[in-house]
């Protein structure tokens, strides 16, 4: 599993943690992998966009997972 750290941030919106995981080439892929019903956050599915990812929760996609850490 790999971290993702917030660095003094509060949170992270879902559709930019795709794309600064990798998990998607820019925003609009983000949103539209996030529509399709593709990510999970801590075992939910998750078809907010723009949610606020906040630290300690994991974020799954394709079979990938990432915990937030602040």
């Known amino acids: 599993m790999e971290i993702f750290y ?4 509060p949170h992270v919106e879902l559709c930019d943690l795709l794309k600064f995981q990798g998990w998607s080439e820019s ?3 983000a949103k539209a992998v996030i529509a399709e019903s593709l990510i999970e956050v801590n075992g939910q599915t998750e078809t907010r966009k723009r949610c606020k990812i906040t630290a300690g929760q994991v974020v799954t996609f394709n079979g990938d997972s990432v915990c937030i850490k602040e």
Request: aromatic share 0%; net charge negative.
């Open 6 to 9: 917030l660095e003094g941030h």
């Open 27 to 29: 925003g609009a892929a």
